[in-house]
């Protein structure tokens, strides 16, 4: 499967900064990248589909002017948190899609950034 | 939309038990996956299911395809410390970015 980096992993920032996570597949082209938000004890949400080289699929109730999404190559998409506030801190997660030699796809993650917004 | 229910939403079990946790859903997946996630860290896959009524092994890890498409089992046998962690089921049709989430269950094993 895909390597997926992920960066920073984390990230404390003060109120009304904003705030950028790369994610980079190392061995892998992706067209297409996934951002995930993550509260704690509670599963992965859908945020984004980041598509190269054209606007991101915002999922319904994200704002895409609070989370700038940019996927400028093959290899890199990066998540800006814009004027950051408490409620924003959390765990974001970029993940790859990719299919298996047994044909299932399946996405494979990057380690998380930790966003804490003070 | 599609949701999945997964159960227990934790166990605190002693080393060596065996666990069993599992998903249904509403609708039919063609895939299903199951995911673990350790603190601070990205979930990580540890089994794909990709056909009905499929059994997969990993290690100690037995995961399941139901039949009908709407369910899926993960047993760990003989359990370790190591095993610690959050264990997230998903289902996916064509688009993996578009994979359905469990809400996890957290697991903790007793030395």
């Known amino acids: 499967g895909a390597v997926v980096s992920q960066h920073p992993s984390r990230v404390i920032c003060k109120s009304g900064t904003s705030v950028k996570i790369e994610c980079r597949s190392l061995?892998?082209?992706?067209?297409?990248m996934f951002w995930y938000r993550q509260f704690p004890k509670q599963s992965l949400m859908l945020m984004a589909t980041s598509n190269e080289g054209s606007k991101a699929t915002y999922e319904q109730g994200v704002e895409k002017d609070k989370f700038l999404i940019n996927h400028a190559s093959l290899t890199l998409s990066t998540l800006t948190v814009t004027s950051a506030h408490p409620e924003d801190s959390s765990f974001y997660i970029c993940?790859?899609?990719?299919?298996?030699?047994?044909?299932?796809?399946?996405?494979?993650f990057g380690a998380g950034s930790r966003l804490t917004v003070l | 939309g599609q949701q999945l229910n997964q159960s227990p939403q934790s166990m605190f079990i002693q080393e060596g038990e065996d666990v069993s946790m599992n998903c249904t859903s509403s609708s039919i997946f063609n895939t299903w996956l199951w995911y673990k996630q350790e603190p601070g860290e990205g979930p990580v896959l540890l089994i794909a299911?990709?056909?009905?009524?499929e059994l997969t092994s990993n290690g100690r890890l037995t995961a399941q395809f139901g039949i009908t498409r709407k369910d899926s089992f993960l047993n760990i046998s003989a359990s370790i410390p190591s095993d610690v962690g959050i264990y997230f089921c998903a289902g996916t049709n064509t688009n993996a970015g578009k994979s359905t989430f469990g809400d996890g269950t957290t697991l903790t094993v007793k030395p």
């Open positions: 061995d892998f082209q992706a067209t297409t």
């Open positions: 993940s790859v899609a990719g299919r298996l030699s047994s044909g299932a796809n399946v996405l494979t």
């Open positions: 299911l990709y056909k009905a009524g």
